[in-house]
């Protein structure tokens, strides 16, 4: 019984600090990811994401919540129905299905930048 175990320090995931950040700071982000696209992107993107096969135990989020709505309406309704990580999750999925490379690389790279 002389040696002693060593101890695992869990290992942070962009995820876990994703959660951690205030709302306030994912919404800035993700509307700065948003203004990222133009007009016709965005009506695409929010067309998308109302269709957006989602995860066991979340909601799509209606056409009806996002029809004439801005990017930080936009970003609430993400963050409302989805959460931090996993709204960061779809908001890529979403922007990687319309083609908007810029847009997603922006929110990859804050993702990272998390770490």
């Known amino acids: 019984m002389g040696l002693q175990q060593s101890k695992m320090l869990p290992t942070k995931t962009a995820d876990d600090l994703i959660n951690k950040l205030p709302r306030s700071t994912l919404r800035e982000t993700l509307v700065k ?10 009506n695409e993107f929010k067309e998308r994401l ?15 919540s996002l029809q004439g709505a801005d990017v930080g309406k936009v ?9 931090n990580s996993y709204g960061v999750k779809v908001t890529l999925g979403v922007l990687g299905a319309i083609g908007a490379k810029s847009a997603a690389n922006h929110l990859e790279k804050i993702k990272e930048m998390s770490l």
Do not use: C, H, N
């Open 33 to 42: 990811t948003l203004e990222m696209l133009g007009r016709g992107q965005f």
């Open 50 to 64: 109302s269709g957006w096969d989602v995860s066991p135990g979340y909601e799509r989020i209606p056409m009806g």
């Open 75 to 83: 970003a609430d309704l993400i963050i409302d129905y989805y959460k």
